[in-house]
Structure formats: structure tokens, C-alpha cells
């Protein structure tokens, strides 16, 4: 770890660094004297310095000393702004309060106004242009920087303005800094490329920030079709997600400001966007090792726990996961809202492991205390009453039917629409509330393929063998009594999650057999229309693992002829990354 914060002493930079090599000989943060001493002067390093030690203070889970002591400069330094408005905006999404997200707001637009200030002020050409004509002296490092932090300030408002604004005019708008952002950090890419001998004392922080926001950038373009980066005018832009990757690896392992930014994005893209989007193939050991060098410098870091916890998941070890997550809860309760990820997380252990009751409560802490989904927790919660003993549903005083039957009051809408996830799981509630035939597994078997649950379970092959002998019983269940209405589409459900622990166990041919049933059933289907172009996916990527390209990019490929059905961006999303990667290994 750095040197003790009391001692204030700097390294050869003068800068307090996240380098990973110091900590051995070195005092635990811990240990460091409670009270901060008030900085009363404030140049770059300065800054530099000071935002090091409120985001060590962040990673010590002391988040009100954090923001007490970034904010008093946040209004006359370029990365105090940058680092409240981040710190504001982690607190908007962990809440989900409108309130808290209106304070987010405010906080990166003050951080816009902040980093415009130490902008050039008058712009005639792009840096790399002016560097290029009048050599390096043309412009002023800290100049450099601002457009850096202006930059990064301009993804925090748009991040905030997609939940917080409905309009369609200030999506476009949020487009527009979008766009905005990728060409300043490419210009300053530009700019280092031609002064490549150039140092100074804070010259690694503003190439880890480089990195950082053309890492992020890479990846998330990388991710998003062609037709919605048109709707972002990010028209012309394309990303590359292995330069992304490396970018962030880099940006993580060097010593510089926005490195812990970079592991945390590296944990959130390896933990859930991979999982739910990305095709079937192991994890980069490189951040696992993150994972394990970082915990060792903040070994009571909730964030990092956290995300270990689900790296445990992951690996199926679904009770040593459980016991992490717990800790998490205990460890500090200054932010409660980082106890609903747990929730969420322990609620998804216990359904894997068959414990309804824990399950339950786990949702019920959720639909109580947590603001992001009450309509995927109400789901949740009749979804698990539908498998528990009567005696216990008796005993919690909750009418399954009224809770299936409300999700659709529950719903919020942004951008003046649904969350697709929203839509689906409210058709499902009144399916569920209003009509009879379907087994009792059923709802938080959708729940689970939804979820992606099947895949995170895909390493314990017992416990897919377990639920596969579930849906084998709720098959025999509903064609004793075949509903007329929904009988088809019941039991192409069942097929299909049934293709779908075959092709984990294994067992390909037997797994490509029950997907193709559910093609085969596409002109019967009355209601469950996503399960046709979902078979498809799921067929493409069982011959990608195979080897047989040919036939997976044709599956892949069908589903473009299928629209207006439910979670069809999510599908959308998944087939384009899957047919790039196909594109990348042919």
C-alpha cells in the first residue's frame, strides 16, 4: 500500500500512489489518523494527491470522510469534481432515489463547469493538430488534463440523464456527449502518440486516465450494435473489445489515479456484463490475480468483498459465496444500500441450492428496502411462495396471485418506457395470477433463464443435473393436463431450458434436438414468442462451442427475422457479440 496517509509523504512523483508493490513494509490505512488535515491550497499534484486519499478513504469503506473531504474543492479543482461527481453518482445508482439522483445530477454538472474552466479557452484546432503544427509547448499540461476530467465528467451526465429524464430529446442529447467524450479522449491519445519523451510529475495519471476512458470506450462500442450506436451518434465509431480489455488491464496494474476505476470496471464487465451478454468461454486469470491484489491492500473493502463474492459464485462455490456476502452485510452499514447487492446475490445462491425459504427472505429484505426493481422482487416472491410448503405461505400472510397480479403496478419507466426485464416478468405475473395449468417451478425457472442463472450454475454440473430432473417433472406434470391456451408454450419452455442443461452436461446432440423442437413449434406458439429466436441463440452458440462456425453463424443470423418480441434488445445484443467473436477466431 501507499505510505501512510498521516505522514502525507509523497513518491518520487510527489504523489500518493495505488502501486501494488509498496505494501509490505507499510502501516495499514486503518491506522491513519481519523481526521484528514484540510488542504489550503490546490494545484494539479495537489489535487492529484488529495483525491488518492479520499478514494483510499472510499476503499476503507469510510465513504462519508471521502466525500467531506473531496467536496470543499470540488467546485476549484478538475479531479476533486471528477471524484465527487463519481462518488455522488455511485450513491444515485446504490439508492435509486430520486433525491439522490437529482444530487448526482447537480454534482456532475458543477464537475462539467468546474473542468471547463482549466479548458483552453479558445479552441481553433484539435490539440493533436495544434501539437503536431507548434510542437508540445503550444499547449499546457494541465490543460491536458481538464480535457481528460471533461471528458470523463461528460459520460457521468449522460450515465445520470437514463435515469433520471424520460425524453426522447435528452437521450439524443446524452448521445451527443457520448459522442463528444470518444473523440476528446482519441485527441488525446493523439496528442501522447506525437510526445512520446514528454514527462512530468503528473504525466502517468493523465495516461492512466487515457487509458481508462478509451478502455471503457472500446469495450462498451464493442458491445452495442450498429443500429443503437447510430441512435448514440457515435456514427463511424467502432470498438475493438481485446484492445479495450488490455487498455483496462493496463490502466489497472499501473500506479495512477484511475486505476482502482479501471479494476472495478474490469469486475463489473467480467462479473455480469460477460455473463449476460458475452459468449461461453472461460475468464482471464489477469483478474482474478486483480481481484487478490487488491483485496490484500483493502482486505475490508465492501466493494472489492463484493465482487469477489461473485467471482466465488462464478465458480459454483454458491455456500463460500454466501458466507462472503454475509460479511459484506456486517462489515460496514454506513451505505446500507450496498447491502441490497447482497441481498440480490444470496437471493440467487439459495434459489441455485433449492433453499426456498432463504431464498424468500432474502427478496422479501429486497422488495422492503431496495428501490431499483419492486417488480422483479414481487415476482420474485410468488415465484418462490408457488414452491414452498403451504404451511410456510400460511405463515408470511402473502396471497401468491396478488403478488404475481401487481407486478405491473410496480414497474418504472425510463425514457418514457418500460425495462424490457420489467415488461416481461408484468406478462408473466398476470399469466401466472390469472390462469392455472402451469407447474410450480415454472415461474422461477423463467425467472432463472432471464437471469442468466442457468450459466452461472453451468460449472456445478450437479446441480444442473438437479434442476434438469425439475423441468423432467414439470414436463411429465403438464401433459397430464395440457392447457389449450398455453400448453405449447409451456412445453417449449421446458425444451428449451431442457437444450440448455444437455448442452452443459455435455451432451450436444441430445441438447441440439430439444432446441430444434421449439423451432419447429414456432407457428403454434400463441404467447411466448421469444422462445423461437431465444432457441435459435442458444442453438448458434452450442455448434460455436463445437467448432462449427458455419451452422452457428447461420442460427445466429436467423434471428434478425424476428421482432416485436419480449427482451428482443437483450437477444439483439448477444447475437452481435456472439457473431463477433465468431468473426475474430475464423
Known amino acids: 500500500m501507499s505510505p501512510p496517509l498521516n505522514k502525507r ?24 489518523y481519523e481526521s484528514i488535515p484540510a488542504a489550503t491550497t490546490m494545484d494539479l499534484i495537489s489535487s492529484l494527491e488529495e483525491c488518492t486519499t479520499g478514494l483510499y478513504l472510499f476503499l476503507n469503506n469510510r465513504f462519508s470522510d471521502a466525500i467531506h473531504l473531496i467536496y470543499p474543492w470540488s467546485k476549484n479543482s478538475m479531479y476533486h469534481s471528477l471524484i465527487y461527481g463519481i462518488l455522488m453518482v455511485v450513491k444515485a445508482f446504490l439508492t435509486f432515489d430520486p433525491q439522490e439522483i437529482e444530487i448526482g445530477m447537480t454534482a456532475t454538472k458543477e464537475a462539467l463547469r468546474t ?27 494541465e490543460e491536458l488534463h481538464a480535457e481528460v476530467c471533461y471528458a470523463a465528467c461528460l459520460i ?123 459468449v ?33 459464485m462464478l465458480k459454483a462455490y454458491f455456500k463460500h459465496a454466501q458466507l462472503t456476502l454475509e460479511e459484506c452485510i456486517f462489515i460496514q452499514n454506513e451505505w446500507k444500500q450496498v447491502h441490497h447487492l447482497c441481498y440480490w446475490e444470496l437471493m440467487w445462491c439459495h434459489i441455485f441450492l433449492l433453499d426456498w425459504k432463504q431464498a424468500y427472505h432474502y427478496a422479501e429484505l429486497l422488495f422492503q428496502h431496495s428501490r431499483w426493481s419492486k417488480a422483479i422482487y414481487s415476482f420474485a416472491k410468488a415465484s418462490l411462495l408457488a414452491v414452498l410448503p ?43 395470477a390469472t390462469t392455472a395449468g402451469w407447474f410450480t417451478a415454472q415461474p422461477i425457472l423463467e425467472l432463472m433463464y432471464a437471469w442468466s442463472g442457468f450459466r452461472v450454475m453451468s460449472k456445478k454440473l450437479e446441480l444442473i443435473s438437479t434442476w434438469l430432473s425439475i423441468i423432467d417433472k414439470g414436463g411429465e406434470l403438464l ?32 441438447a441440439k434436438h430439444y432446441f430444434n423442437h421449439v423451432i419447429q413449434k414456432e407457428k403454434l406458439l400463441k404467447h411466448d414468442h421469444y422462445l423461437v429466436p431465444y432457441s435459435y441463440y ?20 436467423n434471428i434478425k427475422n424476428y421482432k416485436d418480441y419480449s427482451m428482443e434488445a437483450r437477444l439483439q445484443f448477444r447475437a452481435h457479440i456472439a457473431l463477433e467473436q465468431i468473426a475474430k477466431e475464423k
Not at 9 to 32: C, I, M, P, R, V
Not at 159 to 186: A, C, E, M
Not at 196 to 215: A, D
Not at 283 to 307: D, G, R, W
Open 156 to 278: 457521468l451526465k449522460s450515465t445520470v440523464t437514463f435515469i433520471q429524464d424520460d425524453s426522447v430529446l435528452r437521450f439524443l442529447k446524452s448521445g451527443i456527449n457520448v459522442g463528444l467524450s470518444y473523440q476528446i479522449y482519441k485527441d488525446c491519445q493523439r496528442v501522447l502518440t506525437q510526445i512520446p519523451n514528454y514527462q512530468s510529475k503528473t504525466h502517468r495519471h493523465l495516461v492512466g486516465g487515457i487509458k481508462f476512458g478509451l478502455g471503457v470506450f472500446n469495450l462498451i462500442l464493442s458491445l452495442v450494435p450498429p443500429k443503437t450506436l447510430k441512435l448514440l451518434n457515435v456514427v463511424g465509431y467502432s470498438g475493438n473489445r481485446e484492445v479495450g480489455l488490455t487498455l483496462l488491464h493496463e490502466s489497472a496494474s499501473e500506479s495512477h489515479i484511475n486505476n482502482i476505476l479501471s479494476v472495478l470496471t474490469l469486475f463489473f464487465y467480467y462479473n455480469y456484463i460477460s455473463v449476460a451478454f458475452g
Open 280 to 312: 461461453e468461454k472461460s475468464h482471464s486469470s489477469a483478474v482474478k490475480n486483480l481481484s487478490l491484489i487488491y483485496l490484500q491492500q483493502f482486505p475490508n473493502c465492501v466493494i472489492l468483498k463484493f465482487f469477489h463474492a461473485r467471482f466465488t
Open 479 to 510: 401433459r397430464e393436463n395440457l392447457s389449450k391456451e398455453h400448453g405449447t408454450d409451456d412445453i417449449s419452455l421446458l425444451n428449451l431450458l431442457k437444450g440448455l442443461c444437455l448442452k452443459y452436461l455435455g451432451k450436444y446432440s441430445m
Open 9 to 32: 509523504e509523497n513518491n518520487e512523483d510527489g504523489l500518493t500512489s495505488f502501486s501494488k508493490g509498496e505494501n509490505d513494509k507499510e502501516d495499514k490505512f486503518e491506522d491513519a
Open 390 to 432: 403451504s404451511d410456510f405461505v400460511k405463515s408470511v400472510s402473502e396471497d401468491m396471485s396478488s403478488l404475481f397480479l401487481n407486478v405491473d403496478n410496480l414497474r418504472i419507466r425510463i425514457l418514457g418506457t418500460s425495462v424490457p426485464i420489467e415488461k416481461f416478468v408484468a406478462e408473466k405475473g398476470q399469466r401466472y
Open 538 to 557: 442458444e442453438l448458434g452458440i452450442l455448434y460455436y462451442l463445437k467448432g462449427d462456425y458455419a451452422s452457428a453463424i447461420k442460427n445466429l443470423e
Open 115 to 141: 473542468c471547463n474552466s482549466f479548458r483552453r479557452k479558445s479552441r481553433m484546432m484539435s490539440f493533436s493538430r495544434l501539437v503536431n503544427k507548434q510542437g508540445i509547448n503550444a499547449i499546457k499540461e
